[in-house]
């Protein structure tokens, strides 16, 4: 009201320099365009809204992929009501864990993998997370993807292509598919059975890539020449090997290479191993002069603002991410007989990622300030086929959700797990090889360099094999905290008159994780081994597109009830058990681990419940109580 | 072209049948497909299977196709089975069984790497970049009714990472690492009692008491019901079926301590129990280099276990309904390599089958004298695989549909190798 007293211009000029404030208010006003599009194409007047605690839990999962702590709770509680979602919303997309909730969307979407037909993929992942990170424009990370060229020091995207050994046929099938929504690949060996294409029309589309070829043996034959590999001990023949694997890997456009038809084509319509000329069989065709700049040209017109699918299929699966459910499913087939809900919504979805150049990040933040976003979710299954307006699917955590989230319990900072610190000399030495080129120099170099990595290596172990038999150092001020303790309880016996500060045990210094099958889950190798939490609980195993799932089965029961994660790291010094075990009374214990797991007050007679349990079983009562939090459907499942 | 696939309907299928055109040149008539849905006059030849899957391509010169006097040969002699055919010399104990089992020398494929053919021996199937399709084991779990309630009715053991594909988790096999560590997270860790953790699974039905009753979706519901069938199995007497211990020293020592040894043991104790198909994955087989060597210590084990496993089936009547199955994604040049070794060779190379209807003593297929292709009978991997599925109860011609429309038979155009059935 204050405002209003000052002069207009005064305000205008203020309003303009708060640049935030601006950009605050376009998010707002998109949200709403959002908001009211959909209430008009459901017929419904407003939106029911959650709880600030429900608002809470869903978005710290569906943003970074895990629970909020007790401390990220209070922060969000001591900002004022009106603006407490929306400061939310945007700390966590500017988070360093905004990874964590956009990583899988990718991988799954690439099938992307760690080791890519035995060659180290974690360039191409690092790539992916990187440009993730980064809010690399969404156009422009898929045009980077389809033109990609060289080797995967220079290009790590090349991994685009690795992924499929170079078969030009899968690769252009997976492009339609996850760019632009169109299931073609039955078409690589007939006429569409059900759609219009033809086989003609997906050769012709595929073409536009025929003449990448994947691999270059050139050098190979030079350095084995060179190379006397009988003078190397086993394992320095093994990094050998395995350096000489990923060479060759070398993504570019041979000028001579050309698709064509197969050898038993039987349609009137081509001859069998025809060349085929680059077409595209929907939206205009891409401008040509030069046939073999042709990659580019065709990314180009994947990624065009023009073409009548690529924003299309992108918002639809944003939207999915966010709400739940896609307007259209499946997200990635959209075909004569797909069923669009809200259709309206759904173009005005495609104008604004358009207007806002592909900004992700930006595209994001609008759907998660929008209303609709924070409607209940559905008590029963969503009773109808057309997408409700007025209620959100109740869906169980992804496997990355629950395990970062079980993760989060056991340390103050997750992020200290995070890029653990192995080195990957043979990695980083083919990638230094491949960047710079292959000369007589460095043929030389290989020999020494391979025998130094080896040696360095038993160096390792020996260090290790040393440390493992060390004594333990003990911190000098964590062992005064304790022996005070110890003198004062002895003396007193009464634990309330100690001042909390000096009872606090030490954080104990965080150990360095060196399996990185117990990192962070965008660290982890795609796919996770068949043992790991990860796969049991559903994790896409990066050899279909989607196929992460996120249904019940036995092993995962058996791994909530009796895993290591839920009976060991959680229960024994872990951080939230150091947590707890500082506070006094078993009232207060109750409420921080219904706050920490379920993100929630305990009820009175949950309190009753457990209080009573707690009194009965003094030992290990608090123990139980944790691993039963972590069991229920409740934890499992986001409201 | 027609525009929907073509789904033979059980009573098409029952015409034809009689009418001769399916059953032309069969011998073994075609089950129903929905075996325990039907009252139906055609029996599977077999209640269980045992796969045993070679990892990385088998030699087939140096087990069941000894090639003694050709330039191929190698360094290994040769051993006269029970049945006149000979094998290669680590293979003494198999030699004594050769009337029991089947031999095929004359498998015959395109697929040259590991992924590849392992994928298109598993499932049937060349892999493609948008679907994943079920291994076999799947489909016969799918069709065939589970012969037990509480243990599951396909488990890997060693590390196999084919799974259900499209037809969804429910056909998902239980892994195993290894024999020895069964079912993974079964037991409640130590320290607590049973009594104690049926206390804790009270406190939790309590505490999530509000949920449950609230949020009435289906998944939460299967979950619930889950944590039901998990408490059960937990405490189930059929567990004890993984706990090797159970075995005496001379049961042990007839499959051998060796990992597979006890992966086969293992095997014959679920099967004895009603677990409908177990495979047991061995790897190492890709010998690039050295082969003789890695041969010669490998051939022993697997010697022992297959033989101990198949003495074991026999003594105790299941052999005849339990098919065993061992095969690799592909076999290894006759030309030895610079460094004695054989490298990548589909072009032909061997398998073995056994009981389950397999009439014994059998040998199909030939190669040639050096051994580098195949000169009667060819068999494909598709004929391997309609074969195990025909004897299963399954009807291999049977259209299904994925998830997204793609038409799909167990066959994939494969032939039952009649003659294997006697």
């Given at each position: 009201m204050r405002l209003l007293k000052l002069p207009l211009f005064i305000i205008v000029v203020f309003l303009s320099f708060n640049s935030l404030q601006a950009n605050d208010d376009i998010i707002k006003k998109l949200a709403e365009s959002i908001d009211n599009a959909l209430l008009k194409s459901g017929n419904a007047s407003h939106f029911a809204t959650i709880s600030d605690e429900i608002f809470l839990r869903r978005t710290y999962l569906n943003i970074i992929s895990r629970i909020p702590t007790n401390d990220e709770f209070k922060a969000f509680i001591k900002n004022p009501p009106t603006t407490r979602r929306k400061k939310l919303v945007q700390k966590l997309l500017a988070s360093e864990e905004y990874r964590e909730g956009m990583y899988p969307f990718w991988a799954d979407m690439l099938r992307?993998?760690?080791?890519i037909n035995g060659v180290y993929g974690d360039k191409y992942a690092q790539w992916v997370k990187t440009s993730i990170q980064n809010n690399k424009p969404y156009d422009q990370m898929v045009y980077e993807l389809i033109s990609a060229k060289g080797n995967l020091a220079q290009d790590p995207a090349i991994g685009y292509y690795l992924r499929d050994n170079g078969n030009i046929l899968e690769t252009a099938s997976t492009t339609a598919q996850i760019?632009?929504?169109?299931?073609?690949?039955?078409?690589?060996?007939?006429?569409?059975a059900f759609e219009e294409w033809t086989q003609k029309q997906f050769y012709e589309f595929s073409s536009y890539i025929g003449?990448?070829?994947?691999?270059?043996?050139?050098y190979i034959g030079d350095i084995r020449k060179n190379i006397?590999?009988?003078?190397?001990?086993p394992r320095e023949k093994q990094i050998f090997e395995q350096v000489m694997n990923a060479i060759p890997f070398n993504v570019k456009d041979v000028n001579t290479k050309e698709l064509k038809l197969p050898?038993?084509?039987?349609?009137?319509n081509g001859k069998p191993n025809e060349v085929v000329k680059p077409h595209v069989f929907f939206g205009n065709q891409p401008e040509m002069t030069?046939?073999?700049?042709?990659r580019e040209v065709f990314a180009k017109w994947v990624t065009s603002?023009?073409?009548?699918q690529f924003t299309k299929i992108i918002v639809n699966r944003l939207w999915k991410k966010v709400m739940?459910?896609?307007?259209?499913?499946?997200?990635d087939d959209y075909n004569s007989s797909t069923h669009v809900n809200h259709p309206e919504v759904l173009s005005l979805l495609e104008k604004i990622f358009q207007e806002i150049n592909f900004d992700t990040k930006k595209f994001l933040e609008v759907l998660y300030t929008t209303n609709h976003y924070q409607v209940p979710t559905s008590f029963?299954?969503?009773?109808?086929k057309n997408y409700c307006v007025q209620e959100r699917p109740l869906l169980r955590m992804r496997a990355e959700q629950v395990w970062n989230s079980l993760l989060s319990l056991?340390?103050?900072?997750?992020?200290?797990?995070?890029?653990?610190?192995?080195?990957?000399p043979i990695e980083d030495y083919t990638a230094k090889l491949q960047l710079e080129g292959f000369t007589d120099a460095n043929l030389i170099d290989i020999w020494a360099s391979i025998k130094q990595i080896a040696d360095n290596e038993i160096l390792l172990k020996e260090e290790e094999a040393k440390k493992a038999k060390a004594p333990k150092k003990i911190d000098a001020s964590s062992y005064m905290s304790q022996k005070e303790k110890t003198k004062e309880l002895a003396n007193k016996?009464?634990?309330?008159?100690?001042p909390k500060t000096q009872m606090m045990p030490v954080e104990p210094?965080?150990?360095?994780?060196?399996?990185?099958?117990?990192?962070l889950a965008s660290d982890i190798?795609?796919?996770?081994?068949?043992?790991?939490f990860l796969y049991v609980f559903g994790?896409?195993?990066?050899?279909?597109?989607?196929?992460g799932n996120q249904d019940p089965t036995i092993p995962q029961v058996l791994t909530l009830l009796n895993g290591q994660l839920t009976t060991q790291f959680i229960l024994k010094n872990s951080y939230i058990k150091r947590q707890v075990n500082q506070v006094q009374n078993n009232s207060e214990k109750i409420e921080y681990l219904y706050q920490v797991i379920l993100t929630r007050k305990p009820t009175d007679s949950e309190k009753e419940i457990a209080l009573k349990y707690l009194n009965k079983n003094t030992k290990t009562g608090i123990e139980d109580l944790m691993w039963v939090l972590v069991n229920t459907r409740e934890f499992l499942f986001i409201k | 072209m027609s525009n929907k696939p073509f789904i033979l309907s059980r009573r098409n299928f029952l015409k034809i049948a009689s009418s001769g055109?399916?059953?032309?040149?069969?011998?073994i008539q075609f089950p129903s497909l929905f075996a325990n849905e039907e009252n139906t006059p055609y029996k599977p030849s077999a209640e269980h299977f045992i796969y045993l899957f070679m990892n990385g391509g088998m030699s087939h010169i140096d087990t069941f196709d000894p090639k003694p006097g050709?330039?191929?040969?190698?360094e290994f002699k040769t051993i006269k089975g029970s049945n006149g055919h000979s094998i290669c010399e680590n293979f003494p104990n198999l030699a004594k069984l050769l009337d029991e089992v089947a031999i095929i020398n004359s498998m015959t494929s395109k697929e040259g790497s590991h992924e590849r053919g392992q994928y298109l021996f598993h499932t049937n199937y060349a892999p493609l970049g948008t679907i994943v399709h079920p291994t076999l084991g799947s489909w016969i779990t799918k069709f065939t009714k589970p012969l037990?309630?509480?243990?599951?009715p396909l488990i890997h053991i060693?590390?196999?990472?084919?799974?259900a594909g499209y037809f969804g988790?429910?056909?998902e096999p239980f892994h195993l690492?290894?024999?020895?560590?069964?079912?993974?997270?079964i037991k409640i860790p130590n320290g607590t009692t049973e009594e104690q953790f049926k206390e804790k699974l009270n406190l939790l039905e309590q505490l999530d008491n509000n949920f449950q009753s609230k949020y009435t979706e289906s998944n939460v519901q299967a979950y619930n019901e889950y944590y039901k069938d998990a408490n059960k199995l937990m405490f189930s007497?059929?567990?004890?079926?993984?706990?090797?211990?159970?075995?005496?020293e001379e049961m042990r020592n007839l499959y051998g301590k060796s990992e597979f040894g006890n992966g086969c043991l293992l095997a014959r104790r679920l099967v004895e129990k009603g677990v409908k198909y177990v495979e047991v994955t061995n790897g190492?087989?890709?010998?690039?280099?050295n082969n003789f060597e890695i041969m010669r210590n490998k051939s022993t084990t697997i010697d022992q276990a297959l033989s101990g496993l198949l003495i074991d089936l026999k003594n105790k009547n299941l052999l005849h309904k339990t098919m065993v199955i061992l095969t690799t994604e592909f076999g290894r040049t006759p030309k030895i390599n610079s460094k004695n070794g054989r490298d990548h060779f589909p072009n032909a190379f061997s398998c073995l089958m056994a009981g389950g209807g397999v009439k014994g003593g059998t040998i199909i297929g030939k190669t040639n004298e050096r051994g580098d292709?195949?000169?009667?009978e060819p068999v494909s991997i598709f004929d391997l695989n309609t074969t195990i599925a025909v004897a299963a109860g399954?009807?291999?011609?049977k259209e299904f549909t994925s998830p997204v429309g793609r038409p799909f038979k167990i066959s994939n155009s494969g032939k039952v190798i009649n003659r294997i059935f006697g």
């Open positions: 992307l993998q760690s080791n760019f632009l929504g169109m299931q073609i690949g039955c078409a690589q060996c007939h006429d569409h003449k990448v070829s994947i691999s270059d043996n050139k006397k590999s009988e003078f190397f001990t050898a038993n084509y039987k349609y009137k030069n046939l073999n700049e042709r603002k023009e073409n009548p739940g459910l896609g307007l259209f499913e499946p997200i029963g299954d969503l009773q109808s056991t340390r103050k900072n997750i992020n200290e797990y995070y890029s653990i610190d192995t080195p990957r016996n009464q634990m309330a008159e100690i210094e965080p150990t360095k994780l060196k399996d990185r099958l117990q990192g190798p795609s796919p996770a081994p068949s043992n790991h994790q896409s195993s990066r050899m279909i597109i989607e196929q | 055109l399916m059953g032309a040149g069969l011998q050709a330039d191929t040969q190698g037990n309630d509480t243990l599951p060693g590390g196999s990472r084919f799974g988790p429910k056909f690492g290894n024999a020895s560590s069964g079912l993974p997270n007497e059929d567990l004890k079926v993984f706990d090797l211990k159970n075995e005496s190492g087989w890709d010998t690039h280099e292709a195949v000169i009667e399954l009807n291999p011609e």
